[in-house]
C-alpha cells in the first residue's frame, strides 16, 4: 500500500497527542450503563441508551460536527456537506449487562497490566470513539473527500438493531460503509442469526420448582440456577453448588461465560445445569422426560442435539446455543441464539429444529431470523480495506467470514473493519470467561484503539476514491 508519507508522519503524530483526550471521552461513555431496554422509562431504548447518545453528541459537538438524534434512537455524525452519495461508518453504544465476576468497575476504565478494564471499551464504544477521532484528523488536517461521511452511532445494536432499521427506513443508505466492530483485516461475511425458543408445560406436581439462566440471548451464561423440592438428589460435583433451605434445594451450575457466536471459548452453564438435574432421582417421569429433552437440545454448540447439523465451505458450522432458561406460568422456556451457514438455507435448518421439538413433545417458536451477510472478498472495497489492515498491523492477514452479527447484516454494501486484532490480547487466558467482550472485565487496549483511528483514516481516504 503506498501511503503519502507526510500524511502518515502528521497522523501518526496526532494520534499520539490525542491519546488522552481519547480516553477521558472513553471514560465518560464508559461511565453510562447504556443497556438497551425496549420502551424504558420513557425512551425508546431505555435511560442508560438515552443518556449514553446525549453524551456522544455533546463530544462530538465539541470537536465541531454537527450531529442529528432522531427519535433518540442514534446518534448522526456528519463530515462534509457534497450532497450525494456518501461513505458510512457505524458502531454501537449500548453495551451486554454487565453480569457477574468483575474484578474491576464495570463503569469505570481501569488500568490493569496494560489493558483498559470497563464494560464496552472493546465492544464497541472505544471503536466509536476512534471512528469519531479519525472524522476529527481529517477536519481538523483541512482533508476533504469527494464523498460526505456519515458516522452512525447506535444504541439497540446488541437486541436486534431496531435502531440501524429505523435509520434505513428514513435515510439512504450509505453507498458503502465500515463496521469497526469485528477485527481486522476484513469480515465480508457474517452467518445468519435465528433465535427461538423451545417450551413445554411441566406437571402440575412437579418438583422442579424454578430455572434462572442467561441475561442476553447472544451472550453464553456463566451460571444457572435452580430450586426444587425435597425428595430431589442432585449430585454435586467441581461444576455444581447443591444446598439445602428449608423444603427447598438451591443449585448453581457454574461455567464459562462467552459469546453466543463463538461457543469453543464457552462453557454453557445451562448445559451444566440441565445435564445435573436430567440425571437426578426424585423427579416424577415427566418432569424427567423433560429435562432430558431440553438437556439434548444443548448437548452440542454445533446443532448436534437438534438435529441440525449443518456447514459450508464459506462460513463453516452452524452454531446453536441455549442462553436464557426460565420457569414462565408452568412451563420450561429455553432461548436458543442460532448463527447459520451463508449459503444453507434458513428453511432446511428450521424444519429440522422443528422436527427435533415435534419428536420429544416442546413447542417451537421462532421470535426472530436475521438473513447472512456476504459482500465478495475479490470486491476493490475488501481488497483495498485488507492493504490497509496489512499496512497498520504491520503483517498480513486473510478476510474472513464469522458467525458473529454486526450493522453490516443491515446494509447493501457494508463489512466489518476491525478493530480487533486476529490473535486478540486479554488481560486473562483466552478461554478464561474473562477478559472478552460479553464477558466480566472486558478489556482492550490504548493501542488497539488508535491504531483503529489510524485505519479508519486511511480507509476514508482510499475508499473515497474507489466507491
Excluded at 448522526?76 to 454487565?98: A, F, M, Q, T, W
Excluded at 444446598?243 to 448445559?271: L, T, W, Y
Excluded at 436464557?324 to 438455507?345: A, H, M, N
Aim: net charge negative; aromatic share 8%.
Amino acid at each position: 500500500m503506498n501511503v503519502d508519507a507526510e500524511l502518515e508522519k502528521k497522523l501518526d503524530s496526532w494520534i499520539e497527542a490525542h491519546s488522552d483526550e481519547l480516553l477521558a471521552n472513553l471514560s465518560s461513555l464508559v461511565a453510562i450503563r447504556s443497556v438497551s431496554e425496549k420502551d424504558k422509562d420513557g425512551y425508546p431504548y431505555g435511560k442508560g441508551c438515552h443518556d449514553v447518545l446525549q453524551e456522544a453528541q455533546r463530544i462530538a459537538e465539541g470537536y465541531g460536527f454537527p450531529c442529528s438524534n432522531p427519535e433518540d434512537r442514534y446518534l448522526l455524525v456528519r463530515y462534509g456537506s457534497n450532497g450525494g452519495r456518501k461513505l458510512g461508518v457505524c458502531n454501537h453504544l449500548d453495551i451486554v449487562p454487565e453480569g457477574d465476576g468483575w474484578e474491576h468497575d464495570p463503569f469505570k476504565v481501569s488500568f490493569d497490566r496494560g489493558f483498559l478494564v470497563g464494560r464496552g471499551v472493546a465492544d464497541n464504544k472505544g471503536a466509536a470513539l476512534a471512528s469519531l477521532f479519525a472524522l476529527r484528523f481529517l477536519s481538523e488536517s483541512g482533508i476533504r473527500l469527494e464523498h460526505d461521511v456519515e458516522l452512525f452511532l447506535g444504541a439497540a445494536e446488541e437486541t436486534g438493531m431496531d435502531d440501524i432499521l429505523c435509520y434505513i427506513e428514513h435515510n439512504e443508505a450509505p453507498a458503502f460503509a465500515i463496521v469497526p466492530d469485528s477485527s481486522f483485516p476484513v469480515c465480508y461475511g457474517e452467518k445468519g442469526n435465528l433465535r427461538f425458543d423451545l417450551s413445554a408445560a411441566l406437571p402440575k406436581d412437579s418438583r422442579l420448582v424454578s430455572l434462572k439462566a442467561g441475561l442476553v440471548p447472544n451472550s453464553i451464561p456463566d451460571i444457572a440456577r435452580a430450586v426444587v423440592r425435597k425428595g430431589v438428589s442432585v449430585k454435586a460435583s467441581d461444576t455444581i453448588e447443591v444446598h439445602e433451605d428449608g423444603d427447598s434445594i438451591h443449585v448453581a451450575a457454574h461455567g464459562v461465560a462467552g459469546h453466543a457466536a463463538f461457543p469453543e471459548k464457552a462453557v454453557n452453564a445451562v448445559k451444566v445445569l440441565l445435564d445435573a438435574l436430567a440425571a437426578a432421582d426424585g423427579f416424577d417421569d415427566g418432569t424427567r422426560r423433560l429435562l432430558e429433552a431440553f438437556a439434548a437440545s444443548v448437548s452440542g454448540s454445533y446443532g448436534e442435539g437438534l438435529g441440525a447439523e449443518f456447514e459450508d465451505e464459506a462460513s463453516g458450522k452452524i452454531t446453536a446455543m441455549g442462553t436464557l432458561l426460565s420457569v414462565e406460568d408452568g412451563r420450561i422456556v429455553l432461548s436458543f441464539d442460532s448463527r447459520t451457514p451463508v449459503t444453507v438455507p434458513f428453511e432446511e435448518i428450521e424444519e429440522r429444529i422443528r422436527a427435533f421439538a415435534a419428536s420429544h413433545s416442546l413447542s417451537y417458536d421462532r421470535i426472530s431470523w436475521s438473513h447472512p451477510a456476504y459482500f465478495p472478498k475479490d470486491r476493490p472495497e475488501v481488497q483495498f480495506l485488507g492493504t490497509v489492515a496489512d499496512h497498520v498491523l504491520g503483517e498480513h492477514h486473510e478476510p474472513y467470514t464469522t458467525g458473529g452479527g454486526t450493522y453490516a447484516r443491515k446494509l447493501p454494501a457494508a463489512v466489518g473493519f476491525g478493530p480487533g486484532l486476529p490473535v486478540r490480547p486479554n488481560l486473562y487466558a483466552v478461554g478464561s470467561g474473562k477478559g472478552c467482550g460479553h464477558q466480566s472485565d472486558e478489556c482492550t487496549t490504548l493501542e488497539i484503539i488508535l491504531n483503529d483511528i489510524k485505519a479508519n483514516v486511511l480507509a476514508l481516504i482510499g475508499l473515497d476514491r474507489i466507491i
